[in-house]
């Protein structure tokens, strides 16, 4: 059958017996996804984890296989667990925003009596085409290619305007550049943290987001043909704080991100979001 899945963003449509009750009750099942062995080639990173929280933080990642001509992966879990897919390429693209698409490749077959899964990719092509996300949420979170998984913080540093003057210090600019980001690895709809930095309080449209807290978590995504309008998105608030956590990404990197913005007056700046390294 196909059962439909939400998670973080994503809806997912995977083929998992729901029972495996042909001469076996299957509490856990064998899953095995298969690649052609050149897969490599084309992919600098490939791990698959059982769960979405593993994905999330980057741990028990089970690495491919050389096997009969196959790039081959094994995990083992109940038939309620949804596998998550990280491949990455060395110019950063990688599959976190592709889940869904890279589930309907997979051409899958179940052995009900030795409660086996097996999920097979024979079409790279079509798999390399789907594998389209940007960079920039690889650098959102992690502090290298190589690295997991995880979460970093960012803040908003000095911003300029369309002439290039200073204007961090105006009233107009102080409330946004009083917050930190702190993403989360995944890809449309994941996690993010926004808190005050300490010492300070929540102004201006800021105050609707967070009452009388001082973090609050919502959901971002990369939104456009372009991958370049990192949107953060909050339920239930007004098209004034919408506007003004919606950045226009014109650079990335590891170390900073060069965006655009608007603040309470429509007014433009420009600024780099930078890490908050963890002795702040």
């Known amino acids: 059958m196909i059962k439909v899945v939400y998670a973080v963003g994503l809806m997912i449509s995977l083929f998992i017996p729901t029972s495996c009750t042909r001469n076996t009750q299957c509490d856990l099942l064998t899953y095995t ?47 309620q667990d949804l596998p998550f897919i990280d491949i990455r390429r060395t110019d950063g693209t990688n599959s976190w925003s592709n889940q869904a698409e890279i589930v309907k490749l997979g051409q899958s077959a179940v052995n009900y009596a030795s409660c086996l899964t097996e999920i097979n990719y024979s079409d790279q092509e079509a798999l390399n085409k789907v594998v389209n996300s940007s960079p920039t949420y690889m650098h959102l979170v992690l502090n290298d290619a190589e690295q997991d998984g995880g979460s970093k913080t960012w803040e908003i540093g000095e911003v300029y305007d369309e002439n290039r003057n200073n204007v961090s210090d105006r009233p107009e600019w102080i409330c946004i550049r009083n917050l930190l980001f702190t993403f989360f690895k995944g890809g449309k709809g994941a996690v993010i943290k926004i808190a005050i930095k300490e010492g300070d309080t929540p102004c201006g449209v800021f105050k609707e987001l967070f009452g009388e807290r001082m973090e609050a978590f919502a959901t971002y995504s990369l939104e456009g043909g372009a991958q370049d309008e990192l949107r953060i998105t909050a339920p239930a608030v007004s098209d004034a704080l919408k506007a003004q956590l919606t950045f226009n990404v014109m650079s990335t990197g590891y170390d900073e991100i060069e965006i655009n913005l608007t603040n309470g007056d429509n007014q433009l700046g420009y600024a780099l979001l930078t890490p908050v390294s963890d002795e702040e």
């Open 33 to 79: 996804y298969l690649f052609p062995e050149h897969i490599l080639d084309e992919f600098d990173y490939m791990k698959i984890y059982l769960h979405e929280e593993d994905f999330t933080i980057g741990e028990n990642g089970v690495l491919g296989e050389n096997n009969n001509g196959f790039v081959s992966f094994e995990l083992t879990g109940d038939n």
